[in-house]
């Protein structure tokens, strides 16, 4: 028995010693593929952004009769409400960050945490809420920034990662490829023309980072498709040469100065083109040009159909929209046009939306500090006056007004445009009660 111990020893000393398992720092000569020293030099540029703000309470049920408002004015209540995104530094010489508008949406107060465990305070630049796209500012020392690609020249396919701030769970990060170009019709913001992308992108990551595999950014990561309320994997981000447009023109304007095709017209079927007997099938079809604009001075008429813009081909209304609502005032754009069996060039330098907006002042003192307009041509405006622009510590502000308001009535009578609007609150002797639409509600302002 002894001696077949020592033989058993003997033999267990022979074999080769056991290593531990590991990968093989190379294969077949070749490094392994891996994303670390990309990210390693990106991450640093993404933040978090905390915000604390005061949104409405709900209110009590009586005050959602109007009657009730009527007789006693609104009794609005405010309660605290803290959130949290992600942003890209874009700009390390003057600390400039992007990120979504609705993370940084009615704040108070914006704090960014650096990678490297800072907390500063940021000042808010600009914000565009129909794209979605905000600008702040942060003290610019020892800041790292993400080079900005040219997304244009994404292709389905490639390799992309988001990088961001999920669930405040902190730096994040995620991949995968892009999923489609172009994306819009979804109901998400005014204008869109959307990366989709398979990469993670979960709530938290709003306003982070989609970069290429050289690190490069390539978008803002906005939303998500999300039926059941988690990832499935379609996920959008605005692209960084739309948002780099938007950010100059934030940092210049404090706000996006967009340019305006003064048209009305519909989206072209064949039923349509059928009756109309025009040869093309898709399109925009003019149905009104604004008298003294610059598109009835560049020739176009009604019943004219737009088929191109700048070479991109016009499917219908929301393919126009989408590019306009991206658009500079004052840039030159070429329309294709079908005028019955002719096929024509339009070359049309875009109005400023500022050309359909006055002072509130002007219309009666209530308005100080606002900015007021009609429903603007060829834009998805509702009918009323609409509140394009809101001062702070105005009289307007104080008054209760916000941007996005549209003012319906005043004192129950309908306010269609600015000289109904300007004769109603000119002849009110009594109380103004103020009926506005904001957000799909309807509220009731009152000044005694």
Known sequence: MRNA?????????TLPPVSQASLPPTVAGQALPSLAPMLEQATPAVVNIATKSTIDAEAHPLMRDPFFRY???TQPRKRPNNSLGSGVIVDAQKGYVLTNHHVVKDADVITVGLKDGRQVEAKLVGTDPDTDVAVLRIKPERLSALPLADSSQLRVGDFVVAIGNPFALGHSVTSGIVSALGRSGLGIEQYEDFIQTDAAINPGNSGGALVNLRGELVGINTAILAPGGGNVGIGFAIPINQARGLMAQLIEHGEVRRGLLAIDGDSLNP?????LGVSVQQGLIVSDVAEGSTAEAAGLKPYDVITAIDGRPVRGKQDLFNFLGLQNAGAT???RIQRGEDQRELAVRLESERS???EGADVHPLFEGARLGNPRPGRQDGPGVHVRGVAGSSVAARLGLKPGD???AINRYRTRDLDELRELAGNSQR???????RGGNNLLLTVR
Do not use: R
């Open 406 to 408: 549209v003012i319906l």
């Open 5 to 13: 111990a020592l033989a058993l020893l003997a033999f267990c000393l």
């Open 71 to 73: 007789f006693f004015g």
């Open 431 to 437: 109380v103004l009660a103020i009926n506005i639409l």
């Open 271 to 275: 039923e349509l083109a059928q009756a």
């Open 356 to 358: 359909f907006e006055v």
């Open 333 to 335: 754009v070429s329309l």
